[in-house]
């Protein structure tokens, strides 16, 4: 599967790495919080990697629900800011 992206994002520099003799980078540091990279190439050998997060299916229904994701999203702010109301769920 093919999967072309264009990015026309500036990029900063962050370090430079050598190769170990097994033709390996350490990236842990930069990449700590994240388990899954994609990678990109393009036709000037440049390579871009891009930390993905995956979901289960059984949650993908929200990020595909873009109503119940912006509800959701607003709810997780209210109660950040402390806008939050307690009821007592035996009276409704």
Do not use: C, H
């Amino acid at each position: 599967m093919q999967n072309n992206i264009k990015i026309n994002d500036d990029f900063q520099e962050i370090g430079t790495r050598t190769m170990d003799e097994r033709n390996r980078l350490t990236l842990g540091e930069i990449f700590k919080d994240f388990k899954r990279i994609r990678l990109y190439k393009n036709d000037r050998g440049e390579v871009l990697l891009r930390p993905i997060v995956e979901i289960p299916a059984s949650e993908l229904w929200l990020f595909q629900n873009r109503e119940a994701f912006e509800s959701v999203q607003k709810g997780l702010k209210d109660v950040s800011e402390g806008k939050i109301t307690k009821i007592n769920l035996d009276e409704l």
